[in-house]
């Protein structure tokens, strides 16, 4: 049917465009070249098309994974670090996920973090990409107000596409006003390996949060939008074929793969066929989807980075609204206030104690003053 080939491809569209300005924001932060910056997109868009294909032809279901948005998030509020540490933060963040599907006492533990501390921590990585696109503003009104406009109008019919909206309109209109001379140049990226190092400080500011955050985030909403629809769960799978894949992908600078949430939703439901049994064909067609951009990654790369900071401020603002509002609402919810807060609040506050970066010390905090309670 031609439903599966569009949901699948609108899937990978939504996907792909709505965080790709998040992922180079992330690069920036850690010094990344463009070639390296590049391999990161193309290694990501492999490792999807290889997972989501394993998956969904092994079980039959629309399984579709997706790289983590919110850690890409996270990886873009750290500082004084270099692409080497990061490597070696992905390739152990990797390895807890790969314990998590292969141990299941490690699955369980992992469950007993209160959702509402978890939830928090990611609000509080959230909040400064949230921010930046509204202090984006000076300087640039023209630009940014009418993007911002934008989005909240098209929000209102479909939040999905508000932000390919923004993107969309933002380009032509970056270049109307002479802020931006977008370059398509061809070419695929050098894809060198990168020797990861290991630091005490980034195993607790990146590994550890951006374990957490993509468990949290991804892969637990991921199972429960494949439940909603009436799927079973194949969780140790998921979370052994994606954290090897978020191991292997961390040698070329890349962070993790997991299960798509937001995007997921989009091949599990009717539209994409009256079938239920047959909607796991989505899958198939999503992988060739990221296939196809994983051949342009060199060039995407190139085109991004000549639009001017303050629309990828943003497009990546944008992005994230929607997680930061649903991690903030669950972050409130429950008998956890004080705590959370707290939570929100360390993590927000781009707090670094011996090299340790805020988000683990607000998983700390919260922890800790939720233990006391």
């Known amino acids: 049917r031609i439903s599966v080939i569009i949901s699948a491809l609108v899937a990978v569209l939504v996907g792909f465009g709505g965080s790709v300005a998040v992922i180079l924001a992330a690069a920036d932060a850690l010094g990344a070249s463009e070639g390296q910056k590049a391999t990161w997109i193309t290694v990501l868009c492999l490792s999807m098309m290889a997972t989501t294909a394993i998956l969904s032809l092994r079980h039959r279901l629309p399984i579709v994974t997706a ?14 670090t270099s692409m080497e540490v990061a490597a070696g933060a992905f390739l152990l963040a990797g390895g807890m996920l790969l314990a998590t599907g292969l141990i299941p006492a490690l699955e369980r533990a992992v469950a007993r973090i209160p959702s509402q501390i978890a939830s928090a921590m990611l609000a509080g990585v959230l909040f400064a990409f949230v921010a930046q696109a509204v202090l984006a503003i000076p300087g640039a009104e023209a630009l940014v107000l009418p993007l911002l406009a934008l989005f909240f109008a098209v929000r209102v019919v479909s939040p999905i596409w508000a932000v390919l909206a923004v993107l969309g309109a933002g380009v032509p209109l970056a270049m109307m006003l002479g802020l931006a001379h977008p370059v398509w140049q061809g070419g695929l990226p050098p894809m060198q390996p990168i020797w990861p190092q290991f630091q005490a400080g980034a195993v607790l500011g990146i590994a550890v949060p951006l374990y957490l955050v993509t468990m949290a985030s991804q892969n637990l909403p991921g199972f429960a939008v494949l439940r909603a629809a009436g799927y079973p769960v194949p969780g140790r799978s998921i979370l052994t074929v994606t954290g090897l894949a978020s191991v292997l992908s961390a040698v070329w600078g890349a962070h993790s793969t997991n299960l798509a949430a937001i995007t997921a939703s989009i091949c599990t439901g009717p539209d994409a066929h009256p079938d239920a049994s047959k909607r796991w064909l989505c899958g198939p067609v999503y992988a060739l989807g990221y296939a196809a951009i994983a051949l342009v990654a060199m060039p995407l790369v190139l085109l991004f980075t000549s639009f001017p900071p303050a629309l990828i401020a943003v497009v990546a603002g944008v992005a994230l609204l929607g997680p930061f509002i649903g991690s903030l609402g669950a972050a409130a919810a429950g008998g956890l206030g004080a705590p959370a807060a707290v939570t929100f609040v360390v993590t927000a506050s781009n707090l670094s104690v011996a ?13 800790a003053l939720a233990g006391l309670e």
């Open 67 to 80: 790289w983590s948005t919110p850690g890409a998030a996270l990886l873009a509020g750290v500082s004084a």
């Open 355 to 367: 090299g340790i970066g805020a988000p683990f010390w607000g998983l700390l905090a919260g922890l």
